[in-house]
């Protein structure tokens, strides 16, 4: 796999987590999710998700790549600072509550985790090809 195909799948891998993550934590009947419920939000969710991970994420990974620094630490921290910018956005005008930091902020670094997952493999598929 190429770069830009990996990090497309990566992107991509870690909204689709972050949209099947919130829409489990949005309670639709009952207070509790439903397979349905979440089934049913999961695009939706996507479709919010998806601007902060290509207009914070996209840059990031440009960055970080150019410099050869695409890790899971520097994906963790990565997504943990689009929480960040996510939480703020969501919730403005208003401040944000402390806790809603560190639900977005957790989703944010699992979320870069899973990026790094992608990158990985793919890394690994590109090498593997050049021998």
Avoid: H, Q
Wanted: with cysteine; net charge positive; proline share 5%.
């Amino acid at each position: 796999m190429n770069k830009m195909l990996t990090a497309i799948i990566g992107v991509g891998a870690a909204t689709l987590f972050t949209a099947i993550t919130l829409s489990a934590l949005t309670p639709i009947y009952d207070g509790r999710p439903t397979l349905g419920s979440v089934a049913g939000l999961t695009p939706v969710a996507f479709f919010f998700t998806l601007p902060f991970s290509l207009l914070i994420g996209g840059p990031a990974i440009l960055i970080l790549d150019k410099f050869g620094m695409i890790n899971i630490l520097s994906s963790s921290l990565s997504g943990f600072i689009i929480g960040i910018i996510a939480t703020i956005v969501i919730r403005f005008p208003g401040w944000p509550e402390f806790g809603d930091f560190i639900g977005n902020c957790l989703i944010g670094i699992i979320s870069g985790v899973v990026f790094w997952l992608v990158w990985v493999f793919g890394e690994r598929s590109r090498r593997a090809k050049s021998f």
